[in-house]
Structure formats: C-alpha cells, structure tokens
C-alpha cells in the first residue's frame, strides 16, 4: 500500500505529484511526515494520523475516512469592515489533506478523533492479527 501525503491545494498545481514515503517492506519506519504539517505513526495497536491545523475552527474541519483513505478538509472566511476609512479585507483559508491509512484496520472500530491546540489527531485500531491455530487430532490405528 503506498502512503500519500499530498495536500491537494499544493501551489494548485494539479500535474505536481509528490513520491510516495511510505513504503511497509520497511518495518523500521514508523512515522512518516511532510513538510504539509501532516504525519502517520503507528505501534503494536493503533496507527495515528496527525495534521496541524492552527487558526482553524474545529467546527470547520471535516473528517471522512473511505476506502483506505483519511480525508481532511476544511475552510475558514475571514472579513474585515472599516466604513471610516473605507478598507476592506476578504480572505479564506482552505485545505484538504488525503492520507493512506497503512496496514489492516479494524472495521469493527470506529476511528477517534481529537483536536487540541491546533492538532487534528485521528486514531485508528489495528485489527488482530491472526494467530495460527493449533488442530488436535486422533491417531487411528
């Protein structure tokens, strides 16, 4: 599986593609950033999606998890009004994230969500893996 840590607004150019870093032949790697603010870690039961997300409102954020992929987005309007000196500001601030969930998730687990200080964390539960299984037998004969 690879690991796509692409902002999709990046200088908006849509040709632009960064490689991928994730790569899980590689089992030393556990943590894996982009100069985006956006990193994956994982250990034995989790893996964690982090974004900094600073200045955003929480209720601005939106979160959808699909077909192995995080998706974060959100928009934020900024206006400022000064009739006395006739000045006017607009501006918006947008973003949308996609990360690649590495390994077998727990279908049966609802991923978490927390936002603390500007830092949108996304926990995610690994499924077990399976363990072999031990078959008793009886010797005939």
């Known amino acids: 599986m690879a690991f796509d840590l692409v902002p999709s607004n990046i200088?908006?150019?849509?040709s632009l593609r960064i490689p991928s870093i994730w790569n899980e032949d590689d089992e030393w790697l556990t943590t894996s950033s982009s100069p985006s603010g956006l990193s994956v870690s994982?250990?034995?039961?989790?893996?964690y999606i982090e974004a900094a997300l600073p200045g955003i409102d929480p209720k601005n954020i939106e979160l959808t998890f699909q077909?192995?992929?995080l998706w974060i987005r959100g928009?934020?309007?900024?206006?400022?009004?000064?009739?006395?000196?006739?000045?006017?500001?607009?501006?918006?601030?947008?973003?949308?994230?996609?990360?690649?969930?590495?390994g077998e998730i727990d279908n049966n687990q609802e991923p978490t969500a927390s936002y603390k200080h500007g830092v949108m964390r996304v926990t995610f539960v690994k499924?077990?893996?399976?363990?072999?299984k031990k078959i008793q037998f009886k010797s005939e004969g």
């Not at 200088?11 to 849509?14: L, T, V």
Request: proline share 9%; no cysteine; glycine share 2%.
């Open 127 to 132: 499924s077990p893996k399976l363990q072999p």
């Open 42 to 47: 994982e250990d034995e039961k989790n893996v």
């Open 67 to 69: 077909d192995g992929y």
């Open 75 to 102: 928009e934020e309007k900024e206006e400022e009004k000064d009739k006395n000196r006739k000045y006017y500001r607009h501006s918006v601030k947008s973003f949308s994230y996609r990360a690649a969930v590495p």
């Open 11 to 14: 200088f908006s150019f849509p």
